[in-house]
């Protein structure tokens, strides 16, 4: 057999021959009972999932599925050792090859023992048998998690299911209809239908919804209250007698950063010196009206 380069084979190929090769050496090891760690892979796909325990994976509609997790470490099991020792080891004492995470919810240890193969996902409290996570996994369909509720529409009656519109989507459903009252999406694959609860499409801007109630240039909803006074305004109205508050300043000079036009440096020291004034003023003020009043008593 002539040599392999491992530069000329794919990642894939690597990965099989790697597989190929722990078989073999499992094999020949006279089928050795071991233990192996698996955690939740990384990415988006799979956040929903991560250090979540099993009755709450269970009311979102997963699965404790093997396609989520990648194996992590895997090593002899000794005839003593427990899934208690084997949780203890990996959060206190970590063997130097780990390069997983400190063993937690959501993660599942095999078991090989005896030829066999049991599966135990770390749960909130101990441990829970998945032999789910060892078969197979079928896709899920809707009726699989149907809520026994129904939706009635001007185009017919549904069946709720608790299924996501990513995940019916996935199964080859596509948007059809949605409720008269904007809860539902009738989602439909030419043959059947079902209704799922709409995802709010984006989270709401708190500005924004001031801004429409507030704003009086209609044309301009941008996340920015543009009837802020400017520090330009402001200062013409120190300039005609009235007076303004440091909050009104720290507000447009603020708003005028985010219009982009930014405050202008050399009018701020003119109306904090009139501001302050204006404090000296009335205190002057209300010295001699206490004098007066003294003088009358």
């Known amino acids: 057999m002539g040599q392999l380069n491992a530069g000329e084979l794919t990642q894939a190929e690597v990965k099989e021959l790697y597989a190929k090769a722990q078989e073999t050496a499992q094999t020949a090891g006279q089928d050795k009972d071991t233990f192996s760690i698996y955690q939740i892979k990384g990415g988006d796909e799979t956040r929903d999932l991560r250090f979540e325990p099993y009755d709450r994976l ?14 992590v470490y895997s090593a002899p099991l000794a005839p003593e050792t427990s899934l208690e020792d084997i949780y203890a080891r990996f959060n ?3 063997p130097k090859d780990f390069k997983g995470h400190s063993l937690s919810v959501s993660d599942v240890v095999v078991l090989h023992q005896d030829g066999q193969d049991a599966a135990h996902f770390v749960d909130s409290v101990g441990f829970r048998e998945v032999p789910e996570f060892l078969q197979e996994q079928k896709q899920l369909t809707p009726d699989d998690l149907e809520t026994g509720e129904t939706i009635k529409t001007p185009r017919g009656t549904f069946h709720v299911t608790a299924m996501s519109r990513e995940q019916i989507e996935a199964a080859g459903y596509g948007f059809h209809h949605q409720s008269d ?14 209704a799922v609860a709409a995802e709010q499409a984006q989270r709401d801007n708190p500005l924004k919804t001031a801004e429409q109630t507030t704003e009086q240039n209609g044309n301009m909803i941008d996340g920015i209250i543009n009837n802020t006074p400017t520090v330009d305004e402001l200062e013409a109205k120190v300039k005609a007698g009235e007076q303004i508050s440091l909050v009104d300043l720290a507000n447009a000079v603020k708003a005028d950063k985010e219009r982009g036009k930014g405050a202008k440096p050399e009018k ?16 002057k003020k209300n010295a001699k009206q206490k004098s007066q009043d003294l003088e009358r008593s």
Request: aromatic share 6%; no cysteine.
């Open 181 to 194: 009252d904007g809860k539902y999406l009738i989602m439909g694959n030419g043959t059947r239908a079902f």
């Open 268 to 283: 701020k020291p003119s109306i904090r010196a009139q501001l302050r004034a204006d404090k000296e003023k009335a205190q």
């Open 92 to 94: 206190i004492d970590h």
């Open 58 to 71: 269970q009311a979102a509609g997963n699965v404790v599925d093997r396609a989520n997790y990648e194996l």
